[in-house]
C-alpha cells in the first residue's frame, strides 16, 4: 500500500482520535506508562467511534462505511451503520478472524493483552442504538439506566486495563462516570435538543414547570436554570460518592482518576459560573479551575489514603 493510500485508509480514525483533546478531562495523559497510554486510547478510539456514528458526526468522504463494509451511500443510516460495527466488533474478539476498521483493529491488541471481554463494548453500541430509538426519558431512574450502557462501561474498562477491578472500585466509577455523562448532557442541552434528543428527566421538567420550546429558547428562563441547577447538584452527589475511588488506587492512576474527577467537577464549577444557563452554549471550565479541582480531589485522597 502506498503512503497517500495509507494515510487516506487511516484518516478516519485519525479524526476520530484527535476529538480527545476536547474532552472535559485527559484521556491517556503523558505521565502514565506508555503501555497504559496505548491501550486506553485504543478504547477511547472505539467509544469516541460509537458515538460519532450514533451522533451522525463520522468523518466526511464515508471511509468509515467503507472500512466496514457499508456502502457509502448509506453511510447517514446509523442503525445499518451500528449493525456493521458489532460485526467487525465481534471480529475483534474471534480467535481466526481480523476486524476491518483501523480503529477496531488497534483495539484487537489491547483486548488480548488486558483479556477484556465483550460486554461493555456492546454496552457503548446498545446506548447509541438506543439513541436512534429514544429521544425523551421520563424519570430519573431511565436516564441512570441509559448511563449505565453510554457511560459506565468506559470505567470499568480502565480499571481493567489498570489491573484494578473489585467490586467497591466497580461501584463507585459506576457513579463517578453516571456523573460525568450527565454533566455532558447538562453542557450539551441545546446540541442535543437539535438532534431531537432531551436527556433532562420529563418528571423534572414538569415540576420546574419547563417546556421544549423553553430549551430551544436562545437563553435559559428562571425555569430552565432552576431545573439545571437541580440537576448539576444531583450530578455533583453522584461524584461525591465515587470520589473515594480515587484514594483507593495510588501512583500515577490515582492522578488520572483525579483528573477524571477534577474534570467533572470543573465543568459543574462551569455551569454554575454561566448561571446554570447552558443555551447561550456549552459551559467550559478554564484550565486553571481543572487544575484547582483536581488538586482539591487529590488532597481529598491523600487524607482517605
Known amino acids: 500500500m502506498t503512503g497517500t493510500r495509507q494515510a487516506r485508509r487511516e484518516a478516519p480514525a485519525r479524526a476520530t482520535l484527535d476529538k480527545a483533546s476536547d474532552e472535559n478531562f485527559p484521556v491517556a495523559p503523558f505521565f502514565l506508562p506508555r503501555a497504559w ?125 489498570t489491573g484494578t477491578v473489585s467490586p467497591e472500585r466497580v461501584r463507585r466509577s459506576d457513579a463517578v462516570c453516571t456523573a460525568l455523562q450527565i454533566v455532558e448532557h447538562l453542557q450539551d442541552v441545546a446540541e442535543d435538543l437539535g438532534r431531537d434528543r432531551i436527556y433532562l428527566p420529563a418528571e423534572d421538567m414538569r415540576r420546574f414547570h419547563v417546556t421544549e420550546a423553553d430549551l430551544a429558547a436562545r437563553t435559559g428562563s428562571a425555569a430552565v436554570r432552576s431545573l439545571l441547577a437541580y440537576e448539576a447538584e444531583r450530578a455533583r452527589q453522584l461524584l461525591n460518592e465515587g470520589t473515594s475511588l480515587v484514594g483507593s488506587v495510588h501512583g500515577r492512576l490515582r492522578l488520572l482518576l483525579a483528573g477524571f474527577v477534577g474534570g467533572g467537577r470543573a465543568a459543574l464549577t462551569a455551569i454554575e459560573a454561566a448561571g446554570h444557563d447552558v443555551l447561550t452554549g456549552p459551559p467550559k471550565p478554564a484550565k486553571a479551575q481543572l487544575l484547582r479541582e483536581v488538586g482539591a480531589v487529590l488532597r481529598r485522597a491523600r487524607r482517605e489514603g
Open 37 to 161: 497510554r496505548d491501550d486506553l486510547m485504543a478504547v477511547y478510539g472505539y467509544a469516541r467511534l460509537v458515538d460519532d456514528i450514533g451522533d451522525g458526526d463520522l468523518a466526511p468522504g464515508g471511509g468509515d462505511a467503507r472500512h466496514l463494509g457499508v456502502d457509502p451511500a448509506q453511510a447517514d443510516d446509523r442503525l445499518a451503520m451500528l449493525d456493521a460495527f458489532e460485526a467487525d466488533l465481534r471480529r475483534v474478539f474471534a480467535a481466526d478472524d481480523e476486524p476491518r476498521h483501523p480503529l477496531l483493529h488497534a483495539l484487537q491488541p489491547t483486548v488480548r493483552r488486558r483479556s477484556l471481554t465483550p460486554e461493555p463494548f456492546l454496552g457503548l453500541i446498545e446506548a447509541n442504538r438506543q439513541d436512534q430509538l429514544v429521544g425523551r426519558y421520563k424519570t430519573y431512574d431511565e436516564l441512570l439506566a441509559y448511563c449505565e450502557l453510554s457511560a459506565n462501561p468506559v470505567g470499568r474498562l480502565v480499571l481493567q486495563i
